[in-house]
């Protein structure tokens, strides 16, 4: 314990510890969504599985397009504003991305509500209708998850998200076992998922209210105010371009296969992909609690600071990837049979072709999420859309002479596009990192607060609370 106090600041400790939570959130998350698919599967059968997957598609494309995440603005912004000396406007940069948040989810909602009853919900049997509107809480209750995870990371108190995780697993879970039991429908299961998702988003609301104190927002309760800084509006406007921009990334490589090669490819590189994208994960939340650290130590700073822990958490991700991912190649054939039976065996060569682009990605995440800690959202929409507008001509080309397989160098090619164009305003941030000073007014946190940093002490006149998909 002394060796590791000695070789790594309280600050990426912290961060670790927060990690590993999250993954083992993460481990909950999986156990329970094989059961979920197995229970739902043998219930419903394939036509109404079949449904179910088309609902479920449809909702989460129209609340992802709707969606502005407010986690990185809580991480940046009410960072600044507890380092500043402004704690009430930390609470507030909180209450407005929770509300514009649920905002969002609620015009989602009503979108679907109208496809439902015009359509049936993009061809969905009208018999489904009730299921599509219940199915569509399922958003709405998830709405404000971001921005309550990062409350809770800003606070230190990341086992509550595994406790609600874990509580909201079981809710789903054994509804969805008493439904197969009674020979249910699918309302039966939408009514367990909407129910496990209310549990999770109303179990970490009440967390991060709980916590927000700790976490430099003191009052979060005990006003209405949604005020924020003109910058703080701005970053948020910019998350919404970036999330429906992921959300069209997410969704459109499938379709376009399918039209250019076939369903049969599509399925094929769909699977291969789902399980690049699972494995991609782990590493992903040791980034995501890196982040939250490196806009505390932007906000309070703490250059120096910030420049070693983004070296480390690099060479850290670089490291565990490259071991990850060479026993993912290694077992690439028994992994894909096990997970998705024989008929998907040819998914196993294509994760030789995503794999590099996988481990470019996880390996950088640390480096490149850098002008998102500083409060810079534009560098992603240049990524992200010049990356998507390459990528989608790519697929169609790529898929059309080469199936699956040309698919996967699409992919591949779409990662690699958006990394060379973050990587210079990453460059650039890091730069300016060597300018920071700490702030000139000390952060007014509530005495009670157990969690001030050693950290900041050497290189700020003030402390905060430790601590970000």
């Known amino acids: 314990m002394s060796f590791i106090r000695r070789a790594f600041s309280q600050s990426e400790r912290r961060a670790a510890r927060q990690a590993l939570w999250l993954n083992g959130a993460l481990v909950i998350e999986f156990l329970s969504g094989a059961a979920q698919l197995v229970i739902a599967a043998r219930m419903l059968g394939p036509e109404g599985?079949?449904?179910?997957?088309?609902?479920?598609?449809?909702?989460?494309?129209?609340?992802?397009?709707?969606?502005?995440?407010?986690?990185?603005?809580?991480?940046?912004?009410?960072?600044?504003?507890?380092?500043?000396?402004?704690?009430?406007?930390?609470?507030?940069?909180?209450?407005?991305?929770?509300?514009?948040?649920?905002?969002?989810?609620?015009?989602?909602?009503?979108?679907?509500?109208?496809?439902?009853?015009?359509?049936?919900?993009?061809?969905?049997?009208?018999?489904?209708?009730?299921?599509?509107?219940?199915?569509?809480?399922?958003?709405?209750?998830?709405?404000?998850?971001?921005?309550?995870?990062t409350a809770l990371r800003l606070a230190d108190r990341v086992p509550l998200t595994f406790a609600v995780t874990a509580a909201s697993a079981l809710v789903r879970v054994g509804l969805l076992a008493a439904a197969w039991r009674a020979n249910a429908g699918i309302e039966a299961v939408v009514l367990a998922y909407a129910a496990g998702a209310a549990v999770y988003g109303g179990g970490m609301l009440a967390a991060a209210a709980a916590s927000a104190h700790r976490a430099g927002m003191p009052g979060l309760l005990r006003s209405l105010s949604i005020s924020v800084p003109p910058d703080v509006k701005r970053f948020q406007i910019g998350i919404f371009g970036r999330t429906a921009i992921e959300t069209a990334s997410w969704n459109v490589d499938s379709v376009l296969v399918a039209q250019a090669a076939g369903a049969q490819d599509a399925g094929l590189y769909r699977a291969a992909r789902r399980i690049m994208d699972a494995a991609?994960?782990?590493?992903?939340?040791?980034?995501?609690s890196a982040q939250t650290e490196h806009s505390r130590q932007w906000r309070f700073g703490q250059g120096k600071e910030l420049r070693r822990s983004i070296l480390r958490f690099t060479l850290l991700g670089a490291a565990l990837a490259a071991v990850g991912f060479a026993l993912l190649a290694a077992f690439r054939e028994p992994v894909v049979r096990l997970a998705l039976g024989e008929e998907f065996s040819e998914s196993?060569?294509?994760?030789?072709?995503?794999?590099?682009?996988?481990?470019?990605?996880?390996?950088?995440?640390?480096?490149?999420a850098l002008p998102l800690a500083a409060g810079r959202a534009a560098p992603y929409l240049w990524s992200m859309g010049t990356a998507l507008a390459v990528s989608i001509p790519a697929y169609f080309w790529l898929a059309s002479a080469y199936g699956a397989e040309g698919a996967a160098f699409a992919r591949v090619a779409h990662i690699v596009v958006s990394l060379l164009i973050i990587a210079p305003f990453a460059a650039s941030t890091l730069r300016q990192s060597r300018r920071l000073r700490p702030p000139a007014v000390g952060g007014a946190l509530p005495v009670h607060a157990p969690l001030l940093s050693p950290d900041v002490g050497r290189g700020s006149q003030t402390g905060f609370p430790p601590t970000r998909e």
């Open 49 to 149: 599985f079949g449904a179910l997957a088309v609902i479920a598609a449809v909702a989460t494309l129209i609340h992802g397009l709707a969606a502005a995440p407010g986690g990185d603005a809580v991480a940046t912004f009410a960072t600044r504003g507890a380092a500043e000396g402004r704690p009430e406007e930390a609470a507030s940069v909180l209450r407005f991305t929770l509300a514009a948040s649920l905002a969002l989810s609620l015009v989602a909602y009503a979108v679907i509500a109208l496809l439902a009853a015009a359509s049936g919900l993009a061809g969905v049997d009208p018999a489904y209708r009730e299921a599509a509107l219940l199915y569509g809480l399922v958003g709405v209750f998830m709405a404000t998850q971001t921005e309550t995870q």
């Open 280 to 288: 991609r994960r782990p590493i992903a939340m040791m980034a995501l």
């Open 348 to 368: 196993a060569s294509l994760l030789l072709i995503l794999i590099p682009g996988a481990f470019a990605a996880n390996a950088a995440a640390p480096f490149v």
